[in-house]
């Protein structure tokens, strides 16, 4: 089992940059396929970025592309995700989630384990 705690939202405003870290519990990170999704207010939670257990396969929603990085640092049981450009409907709470899966997995259904949100509010 691994426990996820993510950090470093905040008020920023728009074209600004942050970076969302997320830390780990546990000595097998490196087994764990990892994710970002945020859910707005009213919306459902959405899929933003995911990353493999080595951090060789990258995919992002295309409302990111460009603008978001996902990178993981297994050393320290830590994913991050850095966001340029920061836009007012980025607003949202992120989530950090972990699968056992192998791969790159897209689908909230494919996420057993996640943390407690981290807000991010983009506004002038």
């Known amino acids: 089992q691994v426990q996820l705690v993510e950090s470093g939202g905040g008020l920023v405003l728009p074209g600004d940059s942050l970076r969302l870290s997320c830390a780990a519990s546990?000595?097998?990170?490196?087994?764990?396929?990892m994710a970002w999704f945020r859910q707005a207010p009213g919306e459902e939670r959405e899929f933003v970025a995911a990353?493999?257990?080595?951090?060789?396969?990258?995919y992002y929603a295309d409302s990111v592309k460009g603008r978001f990085t996902i990178s993981r640092d297994n050393a320290k049981n830590t994913v991050f995700l850095r966001m340029n450009s920061l836009k007012p409907e980025d607003t949202a709470v992120y989530y950090c989630?972990?699968?056992?899966?192998?791969?790159?997995?897209?689908?909230?259904?494919?996420?057993?384990?996640w943390g407690q949100g981290t807000q991010v509010t983009v506004s002038s």
């Open positions: 546990g000595r097998t990170f490196s087994s764990y396929s």
């Open positions: 989630a972990a699968s056992q899966g192998s791969g790159v997995r897209l689908s909230l259904e494919d996420y057993a384990y």
């Open positions: 990353i493999s257990r080595l951090g060789v396969s990258l």
